[in-house]
């Protein structure tokens, strides 16, 4: 299939969603060129929606996978009757087979193309906005978002891949499908001055409709990124009016951190979360059941999720609260009874059938494996650790502390008694794998730390040596292949190797 279907003959497949009042209107396909689309504000709203779009397949399906499973913060609940090893299990035990520096797994592929088919759309708006007559509040409100949602693919993009093809125009024909692979520097180059761009432009938390990017959220994006690069004080000046602009704050307690399925959704402490709607529109998620150890029966589900019409679950487990979560936490830390939750599973091949499982986003809702829990990327209590990192890594160790124990205050602990400013390093780090367990910030701070063979190392032997712990059942024993395979970043998708003579 050829790579410009991915690049930007997919925008017609789902086009054009629009916001999170009224979530679906489809325009007729006869009508998707831009030529004839593309004509007024409304337009231009539907087309930034639809750049939002892939976010639900990337938090439902995939970024669980790729940056909490590929790490030591969940694994897999084993099953020998499920049949062969699957894709995610090369992810979760670092294995993934690598040709010529491409590999055939089928989810670093489809997080590829969905962080792709973001930039193809995004890219579509910024080349035509400007040409259209409109309020100029609005259209820089659209464009700000649609420069976050690229600089926010191509963050992700940077982080999997390192250097990738930097599209920044819409693919008009076939030849210009396939780009050269941009320098690391040159992508975050691009990154931060899409957000450089879209913060003035953007609304606040205050004005803007639920869901959408707002100046706060490009500032801690932004600020993300700066961190990603060593780069402190450019990521203090970027967050300090997100920390002392008054639109965001704590929840009083954690569990409330959360979106259930209807209710609470971009809250106070949200700072920017992925849109999911319960029903038969076709917004709906349920990464809750992907997250659950199985074979799980109907009866056993039924108390988690509430539903009218619970069903059977067979096949493998996924995300499962290791062993080394559930001991990363303090004693009377909060958030551990929050987060994970433990059910019995009376079909489990092991002979202890009690599994823990993620809890933290749980919410009842109506029917089975169709939920509208919104997925958070960023939230204040991030915003805060990220100012405790960014001002320890200055030297400012005492007033980064206050931004710790403002996290650890919420979770019931006392004030951190880290000392200095390597003692504070570690204790943020620390902070950040409880507060932010689940979600998919694990193997990102270990990346960027520089603390892979540190941590995963010794991770996987604890696996090899003792697997009954990590949920196989007994007399089953890992791959021999299993965490072989430390690298940084993610190899090529294979199938897009195929189509690109530069990878």
Request: proline fraction near 6%; aromatic fraction near 12%.
């Amino acid at each position: 299939m050829k790579m410009k279907k991915y690049i930007i003959g997919l925008m017609a497949a789902s086009l054009f969603l629009t916001g999170c009042e009224d979530f679906l209107t489809v325009v007729p396909e006869t009508q998707l060129s831009s030529a004839t689309f593309f004509k007024t504000q409304t337009d231009f709203e539907q087309a930034v929606n639809a750049a939002y779009a892939p976010l639900r397949t990337i938090t439902n399906d995939r970024a669980w996978l790729l940056g909490e499973m590929h790490s030591d913060n969940t694994y897999y609940a084993r099953n020998p009757l499920f049949g062969a090893v699957d894709p995610q299990e090369d992810l979760a035990d670092f294995s993934i087979l690598v040709s010529n520096g491409t590999a055939p797994n089928t989810h670093i592929l489809n997080q590829w193309r969905q962080d792709y088919l973001i930039i193809a759309r995004a890219n579509q708006v910024l080349a035509l906005i400007d040409d259209v007559e409109f309020d100029a509040t609005a259209k820089g409100n659209i464009k700000g978002q649609a420069l976050f949602l690229r600089a926010y693919a191509y963050f992700e993009l940077a982080r999997y891949f390192g250097s990738v093809p930097l599209h920044l125009t819409p693919v008009a024909v076939r030849s210009e499908s396939a780009l050269p692979l941009s320098p690391e520097a040159d992508v975050y180059a691009q990154i931060i001055s899409d957000l450089t761009a879209a913060i003035p432009i953007l609304l606040d938390k205050s004005a803007q409709q639920p869901g959408r990017a707002t100046s706060g959220s490009a500032r801690t994006l932004l600020a993300n990124v700066y961190i990603n690069q060593k780069k402190w004080s450019e990521a203090e000046q970027v967050l300090s009016p997100v920390v002392t602009g008054g639109k965001y704050m704590l929840m009083p307690t954690y569990d409330l951190a959360f979106s259930e399925n209807a209710t609470n959704k971009n809250n106070v402490e949200s700072v920017f979360e992925v849109q999911f709607l319960e029903g038969a529109a076709g917004l709906q998620g349920n990464f809750m059941y992907q997250f659950m150890p199985r074979p799980i029966s109907a009866t056993e589900l039924q108390p988690i999720m509430g539903t009218s019409n619970p069903q059977n679950i067979d096949g493998e487990g996924n995300n499962i609260p290791t062993p080394d979560i559930i001991a990363a936490y303090e004693p009377g830390d909060l958030r551990k009874d929050v987060s994970i939750g433990n059910v019995f599973l009376s079909g489990s091949a092991r002979s202890n059938k009690n599994y823990p499982y993620i809890k933290k986003f749980q919410s009842n809702h109506s029917q089975h494996n169709n939920h509208g829990i919104n997925w958070p990327v960023y939230r204040y209590a991030e915003v805060l650790l990220f100012m405790a990192e960014v001002l320890n890594e200055q030297g400012k160790t005492t007033e980064a502390a206050t931004y710790l124990n403002q996290v650890r205050s919420r979770a019931g602990l006392a004030a951190t008694t880290a000392t200095g400013q390597a003692g504070l390093r570690e204790a943020i780090f620390k902070e950040r794998r409880v507060e932010l367990a689940f979600e998919n910030k694990r193997w990102f701070d270990i990346q960027r730390t520089g603390r892979i063979d540190e941590i995963i190392i010794p991770y996987g032997q604890r696996i090899v040596a003792n697997p009954v712990a990590y949920y196989y059942p007994e007399g089953a024993v890992p791959r021999p292949n299993v965490f072989t395979n430390l690298s940084k970043f993610y190899p090529y998708p294979a199938d897009e190797s195929n189509l690109s003579p530069y990878f």
